[in-house]
């Protein structure tokens, strides 16, 4: 038998309490999933379909629908081609989610010596055949 006064349910502080480990917990399992499905897609897809832009000598490819699910990571030819460039999606139409946030933080001070291919690097690794021709013929 309840005395007058007394609630049936949790408390209010018993809800919160219940809801952020309920939230923690789900959140922190999404967030885990997530992270391991699209490392693995990632790995898979953008070593099979795509395009190519860089000579690279392997098999990776650039993928847009990867890249829109992964933040840029998806790029994965550029990623191959120029492993140490923070910044994957190298045209101005490759979004590249974390490369803005990259930048953002650049352009405040946060991040510092913060890399992204030269020209000259670029020229090096395209696939293009006039650069093929061009260092066939007159090797350096
Ligand atoms: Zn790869």
């Not at 923690?24 to 795509?50: D, E, P």
């Not at 650039?62 to 550029?78: P, Q, S, T």
């Not at 933080?105 to 000259?120: M, R, S, Y």
Request: net charge positive; glycine share 8%; charged share 15%.
């Amino acid at each position: 038998m309840q005395s007058q006064g007394q609630s049936k349910g949790l408390s209010q502080t018993d809800s919160l309490v219940l809801g952020f480990f309920v939230f923690k917990t789900w959140f922190q399992g999404v967030r885990i999933v997530w992270l391991y499905h699209a490392t693995f897609m990632l790995n898979s897809i953008c070593h099979i379909w795509g395009h190519q832009a860089w000579n690279t000598g392997d098999l990776s490819k650039n993928n847009w629908w990867v890249a829109l699910l992964v933040f840029g990571e998806g790029w994965h030819n550029n990623h191959h081609a120029f492993e140490y460039s923070a910044r994957h999606g190298l045209e101005w139409w490759q979004i590249d989610i974390t490369w803005y946030v990259i930048w953002f933080l650049e352009a405040i001070g946060i991040a510092t010596n913060v890399k992204v291919p030269t020209d000259v690097q670029k020229q090096k690794k395209s696939n293009s055949i006039n650069t093929q021709m061009i260092d066939k013929f007159f090797p350096k």
